[in-house]
């Protein structure tokens, strides 16, 4: 089947329309975040961080101390960004030093 130069031109126009609405991406893996408060200073251990959240997405370094992420990222070219993290810091020890949880939801 042969298209015409004018069906040439809609199809891809539908391509290209179809491309842009879903132009979307998500990065990173979704995590309990009710569950933060279970994070106790000095006390949680890394076996407790995982045995509530999983894996980390990413693991670092800050200021010679461990740090643990979990993070979803999702963004869309038509709405609005959604994203969360948690960077949890370990002491030497192993247990939690301090942890900082952010997101774009607006929570009231």
């Not at 015409?4 to 995590?31: D, P, Y």
């Amino acid at each position: 089947m042969k298209l015409s130069k004018t069906g040439l031109i809609k199809s891809l126009l539908v391509l290209l329309f179809a491309s842009i609405v879903s132009a979307c991406a998500t990065v990173g893996k979704e995590f309990p975040e009710e569950a933060i408060p279970q994070l106790v200073v000095d006390s949680t251990t890394k076996a407790d961080v995982k045995a509530i959240f999983g894996s980390p997405w990413r693991v670092g370094s800050e200021s010679g101390l461990t740090t643990w992420t979990y993070g979803l990222y999702k963004y869309s070219v038509f709405s609005p960004e959604n994203t969360k993290d948690l960077v949890i810091r370990f002491n030497k020890d192993g247990t939690v030093a301090s942890y900082t949880f952010n997101t774009t939801a607006h929570r009231e």
